[in-house]
């Protein structure tokens, strides 16, 4: 049966292929032609959440839009045990994709998880990326504010999601999938109905083999350093150089967007700027201001 991450693809008419990695398998889903931009999707995405900016950029820019290890139909690996695959995997599985399709230098357009892998992708590699467009980062300066008092009632789905029966609550039955999945989706958007067309596909994905495992996964990976950020023990990190262009959804309850304010201890030639209509999600709530900032962005680095 075809995985229907990949089912997605086929029914768009887009390109989508398994890519041989020395690991495994990464799945692709490429779209359009021109300036090669790399797309790291969030939790809970996976690849079909920049169909939006996809379908307005495809006639200027390569889409490329992997599913992250452990989501859509990349699925798991063996490689490393579950708990070890942070951002520094991720960036590692993504530079071996580049290798893989010839893509040699990329601007990465990221979201949420993508975002932080994104940033891992910067330090390891600088020299593959032209720049980083980013929305609603997560970052080290945001520091003990994840565990703000007011704040504890967003972030209990980081604890959950670590614990071993979380993948049978949630995939118990369509219905599970659907109330907790669909939870996020509504929430973190500023415009409630933004996924709700897409939101049984959602579930049809997140309820394929090893996908809810997958995701929860990156919440075990990414545990201790978030700890240790909490705590105020964390290593301090060169900052990156590359050329940034940071987007936040002004409403999101998730990732605050005055959390932005620590954004220039990380990136060092940074323009930021603010979705005002949108929640965590820009790419998907405001999809024309999404495609117009990031233009600009590409427009401002010679590259359209």
């Not at 994840?146 to 949630?170: D, G, M, S």
């Amino acid at each position: 049966m075809t995985h229907p991450a990949i089912r997605a693809a086929r029914e768009l008419g887009w390109s989508s292929r398994l890519v041989e990695l020395p690991e495994g398998c990464m799945h692709l889903v490429r779209h359009g032609a021109g300036t090669p931009l790399l797309m790291l999707h969030g939790w809970p995405e996976w690849w079909l959440t920049w169909r939006p900016l996809i379908e307005r950029l495809a006639g200027r820019c390569d889409c490329l839009a992997p599913d992250l290890r452990g989501f859509g139909a990349t699925g798991k690996w063996e490689a490393e045990p579950s708990a070890a695959i942070g951002p520094e995997v991720h960036a590692r599985h993504l530079l071996a994709l580049l290798d893989a399709i010839g893509a040699a230098r990329v601007v990465v357009v990221a979201h949420d998880v993508g975002a932080y892998v994104a940033q891992a992708m910067a330090r390891l590699a600088p020299d593959r990326l032209a720049g980083l467009f980013l929305m609603d980062c997560p970052h080290p300066g945001i520091g003990a504010r994840w565990a703000a008092p007011r704040q504890i009632a967003e972030i209990w789905y980081q604890t959950f999601n670590q614990q071993p029966f979380a993948p049978t609550l949630v995939g118990a039955s369509p219905a599970t999938c659907r109330a907790y999945i669909g939870h996020f989706l509504r929430h973190w958007a500023h415009r409630e109905d933004v996924f709700e067309a897409d939101l049984d596909r959602w579930v049809e994905v997140f309820l394929a083999p090893g996908n809810l495992a997958g995701g929860f996964d990156w919440y075990r990976s990414i545990a201790p350093a978030r700890l240790a950020a909490i705590e105020g023990r964390a290593p301090a990190l060169p900052p990156i150089d590359l050329p940034t262009r940071v987007l936040w959804g002004r409403h999101d309850p998730v990732l605050r967007a005055d959390w932005a304010d620590t954004l220039p201890t990380t990136f060092r030639d940074l323009e930021l700027g603010f979705a005002e209509h949108s929640g965590h999600f820009p790419h998907r709530e405001e999809p024309d201001l999404v495609a117009g900032a990031l233009s600009a962005f590409l427009e401002r680095l010679g590259l359209l």
